[in-house]
């Protein structure tokens, strides 16, 4: 009887699937979060419970990464004191202000591996020419995540710009190595900005430039 059950099951999902069982169901909700994300920079003052970061940060770390090295790291500020000390000098600063909690996206710029095609030597510490796109992924999952949850967020510049990054490596005890990539408040939001119309046919080249 299980066995019939399962076959059932098997076919029914099948046939449902147009014959691929690999077939994702169709989510259209995961394109409401993506075309409905806007830079958010006003927030309530509001706390961004531990349990909402949790979630954010698992989607940064759901984010795709060469050779699976995962060189992303997160510094996540809660405190309102330490935020308004470490971000609420430079430009711009007043969303920090008013943030619930703040995720610095940082990137480990080496990583210890053996070098390709040399099972068997020996790891080596050498430079993961992939830590940007690793941590530019994570950091938009992060932020689809936050507008998700109802949140709100922008991407702030880290690096390359050294004047941003080298006071809040210092000031937050980041160890050489490992740079800040972006900064992004997180908060309760006090507007909702119009996603911008991004789309440009002409950005696009079918089939050949
Ligand atoms: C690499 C990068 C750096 C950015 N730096 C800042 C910044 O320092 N301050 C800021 O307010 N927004 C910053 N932004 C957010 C952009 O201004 C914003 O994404 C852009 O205007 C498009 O608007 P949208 O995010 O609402 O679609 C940055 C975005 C990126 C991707």
């Given at each position: ?29 995961a ?17 961004v ?7 954010i ?23 309102k ?11 711009r ?21 053996k070098?390709?095609g ?30 998700a ?34 900064i ?9 900005p ?16």
């Open positions: 009887m299980k066995k019939i059950l399962v076959l059932v099951a098997v076919i029914a999902t099948v046939l449902v699937s147009g014959g691929n069982t690999f077939a994702q169901t169709k989510n259209t909700a394109l409401d979060v993506i075309m409905s994300r806007a830079s958010v920079r006003n927030f309530t003052g509001e706390a419970t531990k349990e909402q970061l949790e979630i940060l698992k989607a940064g770390m759901a984010a795709p990464t060469a050779m699976n090295i995962q060189p992303w790291r997160f510094v996540v500020v809660t405190d004191e330490k935020i308004a000390e470490v971000f609420g000098a430079g430009p600063s007043g969303m920090f202000k008013t943030a619930g909690a703040v995720i610095v996206v940082c990137g480990e710029t080496t990583v210890k591996r070098p390709f040399q099972p068997d030597a020996p790891e080596q510490e050498m430079p993961n020419m992939f830590w940007y796109e690793d941590c530019c992924a994570a950091a938009e999952n992060i932020l689809l995540a936050v507008n949850l109802g949140l709100g967020a922008v991407w702030t510049a880290g690096y390359p710009a050294e004047e941003r990054v080298a006071p809040i490596a210092e000031k937050l005890g980041i160890p050489t190595g490992v740079v800040p990539l972006c992004i408040p997180v908060g309760v939001p006090t507007e909702k119009t996603p911008k119309d991004k789309w440009k046919p002409e950005n696009i080249h079918w089939e050949k430039w």
